[in-house]
């Protein structure tokens, strides 16, 4: 008598997470679990739980949920809103079920496996929306993971795709999306490529994390057919005092400024959807030191966000095929 049944596969998207509100408090209630993180900041609990809790929440949170205000959407939060809507393109694509999972915040990576299995999945896949590698990203999804799967007594099989960052077709929608903008308002002098920085720190342990945007660059730069004085990279996003990865991008656009370039254009690569770093730290923020700093017209190049060729990817991920250009 044959016993065995067919699985059902399930997919998880996972991404970092986002207030659930534009006000202090919502602000407040998602900083607080994330910065607590400390696979985000390793600083000696005895020394960083005062700061958190007696100054930074306290004084971060009002200003924070002020540039929040500049970019909320009707629906929500940009992450949440275009996270939704990957989750809801990618089911339709695939034919099966697909949750949405946070790191920090609603919903939880916990109560989307949840949500899975409750539909029977019991073979899922993990996908965190971080192209390139880190442990302050993916390993923290890992952790959440495994936090969730302690709970269990019947474990789904399960598989936590790692990275994309040499996906053929990452790149390819990478590339699309800056050709799109260029033959709508015409193509740039140079295209900068901003990633969230990381600590050196981290780096110097031996975080992939570098090496992931250097390469995403460099097969950017081919797609696109662009020399290397045509195309860079740099860091942003950094917090605190200590060194992080450089260049930094605040400064790298007073450098570009400098060469006078007519038309700057700026892309995130690290980001899989829009949220507050792309939409007010480099869309506004980074216009506002580009042109303070002399230089002339700024353009940023939304996120892959929603847009069919970034879900195609993400179903190919899903579905196993190649994950690199170098195999």
Same mark, same amino acid.
């Given at each position: =008598?044959?016993?065995?049944?067919?699985?059902?596969?399930?997919? $998880?998207?996972?991404?970092?997470?986002? /207030?659930?509100?534009?006000?202090?408090?919502?602000?407040?209630? +998602?900083?607080?679990?994330?910065l607590s993180d400390k696979r985000v900041v390793s600083i000696p609990r005895?020394?960083?739980?005062?700061?958190?809790?007696?100054?930074?929440?306290?004084?971060?949170?009002?200003?924070?949920?002020?540039?929040?205000?500049?970019?909320?959407? @009707?629906?929500?939060?940009?992450?949440?809103?275009?996270?939704?809507?990957? &989750? =809801?393109?990618?089911?339709?694509?695939?034919?099966?079920? &697909?949750?949405?999972?946070?790191?920090? *915040?609603? /919903?939880?990576? !916990?109560?989307?496996?949840?949500?899975?299995?409750?539909?029977?999945?019991?073979?899922?896949?993990?996908?965190?929306?971080?192209?390139?590698?880190?442990?302050?990203?993916?390993?923290? &999804?890992? !952790?959440?993971? #495994?936090? #969730?799967?302690?709970?269990?007594v019947a474990l789904p099989s399960y598989h936590l795709i790692r990275d994309?960052?040499?996906?053929?077709?990452?790149?390819?929608?990478?590339?699309?999306?800056?050709?799109?903008?260029?033959?709508?308002?015409?193509?740039?002098?140079?295209? $900068?490529?901003?990633?969230?920085?990381?600590?050196?720190?981290?780096?110097?342990?031996?975080?992939?994390?570098?090496?992931?945007?250097? =390469?995403?660059?460099?097969?950017?730069?081919?797609?696109?057919?662009?020399?290397?004085?045509?195309?860079?990279? #740099?860091?942003?996003?950094? +917090?605190?005092?200590?060194?992080? $990865?450089? /260049?930094?991008?605040?400064?790298? $656009?007073?450098?570009?400024?400098?060469?006078?370039?007519?038309?700057?254009?700026?892309?995130?690569?690290?980001?899989?959807?829009?949220?507050?770093?792309?939409?007010?730290?480099?869309?506004?923020?980074?216009?506002?030191?580009?042109?303070?700093?002399?230089?002339?017209?700024?353009?940023?190049?939304?996120?892959?966000?929603?847009? @069919?060729?970034?879900?195609? =990817?993400?179903?190919?991920?899903?579905? *196993?095929? #190649?994950?690199?250009?170098?195999?």
């Open positions: =008598m044959n016993t065995a049944t067919a699985t059902k596969k399930g997919v $998880l998207l996972v991404n970092l997470g986002t /207030p659930e509100s534009a006000t202090a408090q919502g602000v407040k209630d +998602f900083l607080k679990p994330f005895i020394v960083w739980w005062p700061l958190l809790n007696g100054i930074i929440l306290p004084l971060r949170s009002p200003k924070v949920a002020k540039v929040y205000q500049q970019v909320w959407m @009707d629906e929500g939060s940009p992450l949440m809103v275009y996270s939704r809507r990957q &989750v =809801m393109k990618l089911q339709a694509q695939l034919n099966i079920p &697909v949750a949405l999972g946070m790191t920090y *915040g609603r /919903p939880s990576i !916990d109560s989307g496996l949840e949500q899975l299995i409750e539909q029977g999945c019991d073979d899922i896949t993990v996908l965190p929306l971080y192209p390139q590698y880190s442990s302050t990203t993916t390993a923290a &999804v890992s !952790d959440a993971l #495994s936090r #969730s799967l302690q709970k269990r994309y960052h040499a996906h053929p077709l990452y790149i390819k929608a990478l590339a699309e999306k800056v050709k799109d903008y260029w033959q709508q308002h015409g193509q740039g002098d140079y295209l $900068l490529c901003s990633y969230h920085g990381i600590p050196q720190r981290l780096a110097d342990q031996g975080d992939v994390y570098p090496q992931h945007c250097e =390469m995403t660059t460099q097969l950017l730069a081919q797609e696109l057919g662009l020399e290397s004085e045509k195309i860079g990279m #740099s860091y942003q996003s950094r +917090f605190g005092k200590e060194e992080w $990865l450089k /260049p930094y991008t605040n400064e790298t $656009l007073e450098k570009l400024a400098a060469k006078r370039y007519a038309k700057l254009d700026v892309i995130s690569p690290a980001f899989s959807c829009d949220c507050i770093e792309t939409l007010e730290e480099i869309a506004i923020e980074g216009k506002e030191t580009y042109q303070q700093a002399g230089g002339q017209e700024y353009r940023y190049i939304e996120c892959l966000n929603d847009s @069919d060729k970034h879900v195609e =990817m993400i179903a190919s991920l899903v579905l *196993g095929q #190649s994950t690199t250009l170098t195999e």
